[in-house]
């Protein structure tokens, strides 16, 4: 019988956008060479935007100068996708796998993030679905609650999604969210009235959602790596 593959999930709390970088590219480093298992990170970021690695300046709305006003910084990737925004208040998954041992494409892949999405905000009873054709991320009829944009590198992922629990959505007034013209932006906050968690928690729930879509059905065992240690973490 086959052994259970291990998946480590680590809660990193609010993290520089550059620091995070670095940390998800020795990750990647690590788990293209087998030093390291499957990970995923939990984190969340004060108010970024990113640029995909297409560098469409031109979705930035307001000058680079006066980004600090806003108390905001900018930064460029190497993931696919638009121009979004990062900040408090958004769950933030990095996926760190190899799709080749789980046995998926890029496609799968993403799909599986969507999915996820939709699934966790079902939780709260809000409905929500895939993009249409143009479309990337999650949606609530016209409006997106889910950005997705990810780095495939030797069958490694980096980067991952971010799914508005309750930031500020005056920060989207700044850009073309994800390069799609004419469509609103909204929270989890916005579309239910049902009463949400502390924000870390819902982080978690809405991980838990990834980790059953990859793990649960594949044999993996998980962990979660947290300042108090690591811990067994049973997905529901």
Not at 197 to 204: C, D, G, K, V
Request: overall charge positive.
């Amino acid at each position: 019988m086959r052994s259970p593959r291990t998946l480590e999930v680590w809660k990193l709390g609010t993290v520089n956008y550059l620091k995070s970088l670095k940390v998800e590219d020795k990750l990647v480093s690590d788990r293209k060479a087998n030093r390291i298992p499957d990970t995923l990170l939990s984190l969340q970021h004060p108010p970024s935007y990113t640029l995909g690695k297409r560098r469409t300046d031109h979705n930035l709305l307001i000058p680079e100068a006066d980004l600090k006003g806003l108390g905001a910084e900018l930064h460029y990737t190497q993931r696919g996708g638009d121009i979004t925004f990062h900040g408090p208040h958004q769950a933030i998954l990095y996926p760190i796998i190899s799709l080749r041992s789980i046995g998926i494409g890029a496609r799968n892949y993403v799909e599986t993030l969507e999915r996820s999405m939709i699934e966790f905000a079902s939780v709260y009873r809000v409905k929500a679905r895939a993009g249409h054709k143009g479309e990337t991320g999650v949606w609530v009829g016209d409006r997106k609650i889910g950005a997705i944009g990810v780095r495939i590198s030797s069958g490694i992922t980096s980067h991952g999604l971010a799914f508005n629990i309750d930031p500020d959505l005056k920060y989207f007034e700044h850009i073309v969210p994800c390069g799609i013209a004419d469509k609103e932006v909204t929270s989890l906050r916005r579309e239910t009235d049902t009463m949400l968690l502390h924000s870390e928690e819902m982080m978690m729930l809405c991980g838990r959602k990834i980790l059953h879509s990859f793990w649960t059905t594949r044999r993996r065992s998980i962990k979660t790596n947290s300042p108090s240690g690591l811990t067994r973490f049973n997905p529901v």
